[in-house]
């Protein structure tokens, strides 16, 4: 018998990852390290001063 169209799975890779819902937890890492990651590269860098005085935080 085949399957109603509202029970199959989605057609795509990337509806089936991002539709699922994830713990809070993973939600506030992912966004801390993809908030916190060009200033942490600016610090490695060498350039964190320039990176707040020029305005490229914005």
């Not at 199959?8 to 390290?33: D, E, Q």
């Amino acid at each position: 018998m085949s399957a109603d169209a509202s029970e199959r799975s989605p057609a795509s890779v990337f509806i089936r990852l991002i539709s699922r819902p994830r713990p809070l937890w993973i939600t506030v890492g992912v966004s801390l390290l993809l908030f916190l990651l060009p200033i942490g590269v600016a610090y490695v860098d060498g350039l964190l001063g320039v990176f707040f005085s020029e305005g490229y935080w914005r």
